[in-house]
């Protein structure tokens, strides 16, 4: 048995009146009258907006904060950001078109991800976004796109990084991966590319994600910063791109601890000042941060639709379940499942009285929101908020699952 989910730190950055959660100010039983239907996913613009200056209060000033679009591709989520980041990180040409439709320039946007192919690269050469080499086929490729359509890629090298990084328990390492180039291998690659008609702007180094522990980060930064210096005296031109990754992480589960962004920003500033600023005089130095900008800025709201005892359990079943929200349901890269943080939206402040799960409406046993979790008790029609909720949940779900309708979102 869990203790009540109301300690949760998320939980607390929302605002509660008369016993109900508000989610932009609006009381989140509104919210789904708003939506027409549950469950639905709702997002606060403030509380995007608030992220994107507690990171940026923490970080040197000079540093480009851009948002990775398949955190939540939203198109709102993403015009909202438009306004508060400096550039997007996409994943795939649709991501890419979602990003377009912004008022972000294209050479503000770049395009990752291994097995790009020659439709989606020649969207991207066409568009002038920055695309990031995953390996020399996809050099080969955008050299030959480029060609064709008389205009000079913008390219940056993924690097997969040589070094390993330890501490608190946790380690990174990047190790062999379907990820960017090994760094053995970048010079001559970078070598080739000087021999085709590219823009090489430089480095872009992604190998971590979701990390809670700052000395780790802080560390990897260094290591990172020092990996593009060594390589950039091969690059072929000018280091105009220094994309050092993100991997700011989110405490999702009842023991984690929120990162210390005093450590990052002030490692950072030191890194970029006595190390990068040096050497790459002419670099743009960006962080790129998908969950940690829209993970916590929202929740997945859901409707009791039953409420049954079996064998001295209860169940409160609710009408969403796994094909939203695959992660909570311990199904999505967890080894040991545990709770995301639950409350009953409409009853907040009410002290826990009962252990309860929370079962979707799915038919499987997989279909699991939360277990064995104290709550106010519920009754059919009580909304339930699962939290943590908004990053890779809909879009990383198994929406068609069992057919059920694509959930609604909604941005207060
Ligand atoms: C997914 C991804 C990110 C975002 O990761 P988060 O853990 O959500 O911050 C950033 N960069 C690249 C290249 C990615 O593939």
Redesign the pocket.
């Known amino acids: 048995m869990t203790a009540g989910a109301y300690a949760h730190p998320t939980i607390s950055r929302f605002a509660i009146a008369d016993g109900m959660l508000r989610i932009g100010g609006l009381p989140v039983g509104l919210l789904a009258e708003r939506a027409g239907t549950t469950p639905f996913f709702t997002y606060e613009r403030t509380g995007l907006t608030r992220r994107v200056e507690e990171l940026r209060r923490a970080l040197p000033d000079d540093i480009h904060l851009s948002y990775?679009v398949?955190?939540n591709p939203m198109p709102a989520v993403v015009q909202h950001f438009s306004r508060q980041v400096d550039g997007f990180?996409v994943?795939s040409a649709g991501e890419m078109a979602v990003a377009l439709d912004t008022p972000i320039p294209a050479d503000r946007v770049s395009f990752?991800?291994p097995g790009k192919i020659p439709a989606e690269l020649s969207r991207a050469v066409a568009a002038r976004v920055t695309i990031?080499l995953e390996s020399e086929t996809e050099a080969l490729w955008v050299a030959a796109i480029g060609e064709w359509l008389g205009v000079r890629p913008r390219v940056a090298v993924r690097v997969n990084p040589d070094f390993q990084v330890k501490g608190s328990g946790m380690r990174l390492d990047g190790g062999s991966q379907q990820f960017g180039v090994d760094a053995e291998q970048v010079p001559a690659l970078l070598t080739r590319l000087a021999a085709m008609d590219f823009d090489v702007l430089g480095f872009?180094v992604?190998a971590d994600?979701?990390n809670l522990y700052a000395d780790i980060l802080a560390e990897a930064h260094g290591r990172t910063a020092d990996l593009v210096v060594r390589l950039a005296g091969a690059a072929p031109q000018p280091v105009r791109y220094v994309n050092l990754?993100?991997?700011?992480?989110i405490p999702y589960f009842e023991r984690d601890q929120a990162l210390d962004l005093a450590t990052i920003g002030d490692n950072l500033a030191a890194v970029m000042s006595e190390r990068l600023r040096p050497a790459l005089p002419e670099a743009r130095i960006l962080l790129?941060?998908?969950?940690?900008l829209v993970?916590e800025a929202g929740g997945y709201v859901t409707r009791v639709v039953d409420r049954k005892e079996s064998r001295s359990h209860t169940f409160l079943v609710v009408d969403g379940g796994l094909h939203h929200q695959l992660a909570a349901s311990g199904n999505f890269g967890q080894a040991i499942r545990k709770n995301y943080p639950v409350a009953i939206a409409n009853r907040m402040g009410v002290p826990g009285a009962e252990t309860v799960s929370v079962v979707g409406c799915l038919c499987t046993p997989l279909d699991l929101l939360a277990r064995d979790v104290c709550l106010p008790r519920a009754e059919i029609g009580d909304l339930v908020a699962v939290f943590q909720a908004r990053?890779?949940r809909m879009t990383a779900s198994p929406t068609a699952f069992l057919g059920h309708p694509t959930p609604t979102e909604v941005l207060a």
């Open positions: 990775a398949k955190a990180d994943a990752a991800g990031s872009h992604f994600s979701q990754g993100g991997a700011l992480g790129e941060l998908g969950r940690f993970g990053a890779y």
